[in-house]
């Protein structure tokens, strides 16, 4: 199966302040549609912050893996 590439839209939805919940979507083309192969919604997932500043570090001592 051949790669492609992907655009993204993600979306936090609020409410008095404070996220309720993430959307992400992909897609390719202008429009967000539901055809594209491969694409549609997408999991996101939520990091502690523990876990975020050690991704972090990680990225920071190799920007190849950005």
Same mark, same amino acid.
């Given at each position: 199966? +051949?790669?492609?590439? #992907?655009?993204? %839209?993600? @979306?936090? $939805? +609020? $409410?008095?302040?404070?996220?309720?919940?993430?959307?992400a979507r992909l897609y390719q083309g202008q429009? +967000?549609?539901? @055809?594209?192969?491969?694409?549609?919604?997408?999991?996101? $997932? &939520? !990091? &502690? *912050?523990? %876990? @975020?500043?050690?991704? +972090? *570090? @990680? #990225?920071?001592?190799?920007?190849? !893996?950005?």
């Amino acid at each position: 199966e +051949t790669p492609q590439v #992907l655009k993204f %839209d993600v @979306r936090n $939805y +609020t $409410y008095d302040g404070a996220v309720q919940w993430v959307a992400a979507r992909l897609y390719q083309g202008q429009t +967000t549609n539901f @055809r594209t192969p491969g694409g549609g919604f997408a999991p996101v $997932y &939520s !990091l &502690s *912050r523990e %876990d @975020r500043e050690a991704v +972090t *570090r @990680r #990225l920071e001592a190799h920007p190849g !893996l950005a």
